[in-house]
């Protein structure tokens, strides 16, 4: 269980946790991304809906204990506030939590921002057939601190690495589509 919180926080700063209100976090309208996230031999298959511009944010997997249990996960993001959300059977629960990143904009990063997580553009490199700026930066969760390298595409991360001590975590999109219509429901926050 404590595996999958911590990948969870890692996959929510990654995707979603860096939204600024008021402001374009992609140069893309809307998108549905599929993604396949990697720890050690473990793979988990993701989506990732946004809206507005990247105000709006989701991140869904799903965890099966087999024979026990089987249930989505959401990260949804809004501004400087996330929820993770719990789906099992139908049955939604919801806990909020502080947006670990609400300030990192890979479109403009302010130079508080590139301070703060010492973000460094690297280079430039083709992902999904999708020119990409490259960028290295770091966060802090609890006492552990996060080195991430970031693939970004007009704002939007495709690929990462992210290394807390030994541990890595990897993320790559295989699917990505554009401007496309969007569920509002992946966006809902039950009560």
Same mark, same amino acid.
């Given at each position: 269980m404590k595996k999958t919180i911590l990948i969870a926080l890692m996959l929510a700063t990654a995707f979603g946790a860096w939204a600024q209100e008021n402001s374009k976090r992609y140069e893309i309208k809307s998108g549905i991304i599929k993604l396949i996230a990697t720890t050690g031999d473990h793979e988990t298959e993701?989506?990732?809906? $946004?809206?507005?511009?990247?105000? /709006?944010?989701? #991140?869904? $997997?799903?965890?099966?204990?087999?024979?026990?249990?089987?249930?989505?996960?959401?990260?949804?993001?809004?501004?400087?506030?996330?929820?993770?959300?719990?789906?099992?059977?139908?049955?939604?629960?919801?806990?909020? $939590?502080?947006?670990?990143?609400?300030?990192?904009?890979? #479109?403009?990063?302010?130079?508080?921002? /590139?301070?703060?997580y010492k973000l460094e553009e690297i280079g430039k490199e083709t992902f999904l057939n999708r020119p990409c700026k490259k960028f290295t930066y770091e966060t802090t969760q609890g006492r552990k601190t996060c080195q991430w390298t970031v693939?970004?595409?007009?704002?939007? /991360? #495709?690929?990462? /690495?992210?290394?807390?001590?030994k541990r890595e975590v990897f993320l790559e999109a295989t699917e990505f589509q554009e401007n496309v219509p969007v569920p509002a429901e992946v966006f809902e926050i039950p009560d």
């Open positions: 993701e989506t990732q809906w $946004f809206d507005n511009y990247g105000a /709006i944010e989701s #991140l869904m $997997f799903t965890t099966e204990i087999p024979g026990l249990v089987k249930y989505d996960t959401y990260t949804i993001t809004k501004g400087n506030q996330a929820w993770f959300v719990n789906d099992t059977e139908g049955k939604k629960s919801s806990k909020a $939590f502080d947006n670990p990143t609400p300030d990192l904009n890979f #479109l403009k990063p302010t130079a508080n921002a /590139i301070e703060k693939w970004v595409y007009k704002g939007v /991360i #495709l690929k990462s /690495i992210a290394k807390v001590g």
